[in-house]
């Protein structure tokens, strides 16, 4: 596997790939790889020839700095575990790096920055929209994969996308989640014992709701009588826009201690 730390060296690698007429998969993550990010790469490798991971923990994504300080990095078991799934490259660029890659304009969000994630944390995706923006460039893939773990940053991209008219299929992957039923999550490190059992209550809590046991107030009185910090959990379309899919997803963000955490479920 390829290590490439600086846009030049990715570019002659992806040139050299396009020139032998291979499709490109490429994965952004911030690293502290788990296997929700491993079932992306191999979704990657199974729809394109040459798939390219990046490991960037994005500092202008975080709205809490503290948040972004705790991140939990691990670089060379990360490359390992790239290694081990025959991922093609990985990307590990610095801050300075990215900051030379131009970034035409500060997308409107709408209303997706109106609703959970966008209202809760104030910027995060703006960062988000910028630095896709400015992974997408400089990687131009064939596909870039994404989690439904982080279900409205998905509708985000997908808009970016669109604005930007940039050539590139945007794919949504399914939640990959431990045996408890807890959704893989980098943060997850971040628990003690007792709270990765609590934090099993809000899968409990989205499963209660989509088999109509509780109602969404029903839910966070439960979940805060437990000491969990619910931000919100709220029902809404998958079209986060325009709700007209006529699929109904349940969404929530918690905080367990000061560790954040969110999942969804498409309701039956
Ligand atoms: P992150 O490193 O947390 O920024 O995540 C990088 C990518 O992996 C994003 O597209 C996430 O949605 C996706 N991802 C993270 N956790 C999971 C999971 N448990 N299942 C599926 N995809 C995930």
């Known amino acids: 596997m390829e290590i490439i730390k600086n846009i030049a060296d990715l570019r002659s690698f992806i040139e050299k790939a396009k020139a032998e007429g291979l499709t490109i998969g490429f ?3 911030m690293g502290y790889l788990h296997e929700g990010h491993m079932s992306l790469i191999r979704r990657a490798k199974s729809q394109t020839d040459v798939v390219i991971a990046s490991i960037f ?23 390992l575990m ?19 890659v131009a970034y035409p304009e500060k997308l409107d969000l709408g209303q997706l920055d109106k609703i959970m994630e966008g209202l809760n944390r104030p910027g995060h995706f703006d960062g988000v929209a910028e ?36 050539n590139v299929e945007i794919v949504g992957c399914p939640i ?12 997850n ?3 003690s014992k007792a709270q ?19 109602t969404l107030e029903e839910g966070i009185g439960i979940l805060e009588a437990k000491e969990i910090e619910v931000e919100y959990f709220e029902e809404h379309d ?13 969404f929530i963000a918690a905080k367990i201690g000061n560790i954040r955490l969110i999942d969804n479920m498409v309701l039956d």
């Open 27 to 29: 994965v952004p993550t």
């Open 57 to 79: 923990v994005n500092p202008s994504q975080f709205n809490d700095p503290k948040d972004f300080q705790k991140y939990p990095r691990n670089e060379a078991k990360d490359i």
């Open 82 to 100: 790239l290694e081990e799934v025959k991922c093609s490259a990985v990307f590990i660029p610095t801050v300075e790096e990215m900051n030379q």
């Open 131 to 166: 630095i896709v923006y400015k992974l997408l460039t400089v990687v131009s893939p064939d596909k870039a994969l994404f989690g439904e773990k982080d279900f409205q940053q998905l509708k985000v991209v997908e808009h970016l996308v669109n604005h930007f008219k940039l």
């Open 176 to 187: 990959i989640r431990e045996k408890s039923g807890l959704a893989m999550s980098s943060r």
């Open 189 to 191: 490190a971040r628990l």
């Open 196 to 214: 990765r059992i609590l934090a099993q209550e809000l899968i409990w809590a989205l499963k209660a709701y989509n088999y109509g046991k509780i």
């Open 238 to 250: 998958e079209d986060l826009v325009l709700g007209n899919s006529g699929v109904q997803r349940v």
